[in-house]
């Protein structure tokens, strides 16, 4: 049987933001690719000591060389940065400003896939080691393991953010982002809103409470919030693709595209909106066009999950079955095992196996191992209660059908595809 089921369960876009601990967001357009510490030398001290007129004159040699590693660290020179931070702190081994700037030179050297970030962790502990109730020490390392996809370990330390500073906005957007990535999508939107009680202008809650409302099925609610963002900022990219994306799963594939479109043209080389563009034209049956798009961004960003999925259905859609199932397997090694994407990917994996290549036992081993664990994902039991009703254990599937009946009585069987957007990260 051909696949023309298709349906679209999108994931919120993480935008990568980046931030100082003292100096706070640096944002351009929603956007930044690396800190950007401004404190000159003598605000620094000054900062420190309480004394706002702290005379440039009276610096010592270290001070010298923080200011020159926050100059190079605010040029994006990062790893020159780290190098005379390493110089303040062979001085200075406790000096609070250094450990925390070189952690996060470290963290956005790590977000990049250009170093470890364990020593940015490590910088951040040492923090602690002298001030155990360092905010931003706490929430960076909670951010660090959230891009190591360890979203558990860091949600405890968002917590203890939030059990010292209850309103740390930062904090709360980062632990909607962890919750929703585990696909606890009601819990994240209670965050944003939490967010948006503080700053209810704050985009990117705005943004992502979008995408909440929309994997909720909250379809009306999610277009309402991108049009506010729309009529503030009509280049907002992510909110044209976020408003793409919700249009696709409303059926309404015109629109999508015209959205859609009017992201691409604003950031052409966007994996994420190259990606959002392929799913639509593979919805409306351009599956070659489709699968060009996602090659594309795929050569941007080859560990881009979702567009692995996303391009597994456009090849099922062209009887590609096998290219399908590698294609999905490609995807599952590149998903952190407590991400909830992961049941997407396998539920797709499980659909092509049981309902078209016919390895049914192969197919079911995988769905209803999970299902024992996850017996309110309504993927696995879709795919589970096809299989069973095409190899004729009615009986069984009908058991299934009334669970996902119970679950969601509007629900449609279908492979799922996955929101690529810029990879989930945290403030720091």
Known sequence: MGISWLCLVSVAISLIFVIDPYTGIQVVDGESSFPMPIFTLNFARAFEDGDQNVRLENVSDSDALLNSALKLHSLGKLPDAIDMYDKVLAIEPKNIIALLNKGQALHSLGNLSLGNLSDAIESYDKVLAIEPKNINALNNIGSAYHKLGKYQT????????LDIDANFVRTLFNKGEALDIQGK????????????DIDGNNI???????NALHDLGRNQEAIVLFDKLLAKNA???????????????????KGAYESIDKALKLKPNDASIIDSMAVTLDRLGKHHRAIQLFDDALRIDRNNSASLNNKGIAVANLGRYHDAVSLFDEALAKISSEDALRLDVISNKAFVLGLELNEYDK?????EALLLQHSNHKGLICATLEIYNVTGYVGISDYYQKNLTQLDPNYQCELIELQSGIEKEAFV
């Open 185 to 196: 999508d009601q819990d994240a939107l209670k965050l944003y809103d939490r967010v948006l």
């Open 235 to 253: 280049s907002n990219v992510n909110a044209l693709n976020n408003k793409g994306w919700t249009l696709v799963s409303m059926g309404d594939y």
């Open 154 to 161: 860091a949600i405890r330390y968002y917590d203890k953010v």
């Open 363 to 367: 197919a079911l081993k995988l769905t």
């Open 204 to 210: 990117n809650a705005l943004n992502n409470k979008g």
